[in-house]
C-alpha cells in the first residue's frame, strides 16, 4: 500500500495548514510563512505583556504520552500566550493507565468541545492517525512521534539559524550523533533541503546512521574532522538510548572520543560556527561543558525561539481550520 501523502491531511483545500504532522513536503513558501509568522511573534515576547489574544475562548489539550519538559511547558506558554485555555492531560493518571484505548481517550476529550491537541507519543505515525479519526475542526499539532518527526523543533531551530545566519542557501549545516533513531535529524533535513540549503550532512558512526539517509539529499561523513570541517552551523543530538533495541554502540566513552563535541573539534568548523541541540543534554556523552556553556552555543536560543514558534504554528493551524469549515458552510449552504 503507497502510504498517503501527510498534505493531503495536514492542508486544508486552500494549501493552508489545519494541523501540523511533519515538515516532509510542505513548500519553500508555507515555512518561510511560519518562518516570518514565529519572527513577528519574538518581539510580542520580549514585552511586559505578552498575550496576543488570537486562540482567545479556544482550548488547547496537551497531550504527552511520553515524557517533555521544554516541548511540554513551551506549548503551555505559546498557548496561554494566545489567551487560549490549555488543559494538560496527566497522562500517567489518565484512564489509558485504566486500560481505556488512546482512541477513546481522544473521543472523550474531543466531547469537551477541544480545538486543539499537543500530542506526543512514542509510537511513530501516532499524530497522524490521530488527525485522521479525531473529527475534522480539531487541529492536531504533532509535539513528536516515535523515530518520525518533530516538526516544531525542526522549524524553531530553523528560525534559529535564520536569525544567527541570514538566508539558508549558502549554509553548511552538520548534524551530529544518533541520527538513526532522531526524530528531529529528519525534520530538520526536510525543512533544510526545502529552505534551499545546499550542503546538508549528517556525522556519526554507521551504526546511527539510516542507509538510504543520501536519497534526501544529504552527505554522510563517519569522522567529524572530515564532516565539521568549514561547517557554519553544528546541531549535536542526544544518544537516544531509550529507542535503541540492540546494543548499537561501543561504549559511551569511545562514542564520546570519537563524536563527542569539544574544543578541539569545534576548531574544524568555521570559526563563526554556531552550536545547537534541541536537549536535553548530555555534558560529557555528546558535548563538552566548555561548549555547551561557550560563546558558539545558541543552545537556549533555542529554548527561547520555542515559544514564538509554537505560537506561530498553533495561530496559523487553528487560522486554517476556522478557514475550512467556513468553506464547507458556504459549499453546504451553495447546494441548498
Ligand atoms: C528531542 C525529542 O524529544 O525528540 N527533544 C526535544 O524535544 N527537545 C530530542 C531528544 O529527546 O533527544
Known sequence: MQPMDPNQIQLNSEGRLKHFLTTEGLSKELLTEIIDTANS???TQERSVKTVPLLRGKTVVNLFFENSTRTRSTFELAAKRLSANILNLDIARSATSKGETLMDTLWNLESMYSDMFVVRHADSGAAHFIAQHITPNVAVINAGDG?????TQAMLDMLTIHREKGAFENLSVAIVGDILHSRVARSQVYALKTLGCQDVRVIGPNTLIPKDIESLGVRAFNNMQQGLKGVDV???LRLQKE??????LPSESEYYRLYGLNTDKLAYANPEAIVMHP???NRGVEIESAVADGPQSVILKQVSNGIPMRMAVMAMAMGGQNQEQTLQEQNSEGAK
Open 41 to 43: 511573534f519574538i518581539s
Open 279 to 281: 536537549g536535553p543534554i
Open 234 to 236: 553544528i546541531i549535536m
Open 243 to 248: 529507542r535503541m533495541q540492540t546494543a548499537l
Open 147 to 151: 523515530r518520525h518527526a518533530h516538526p
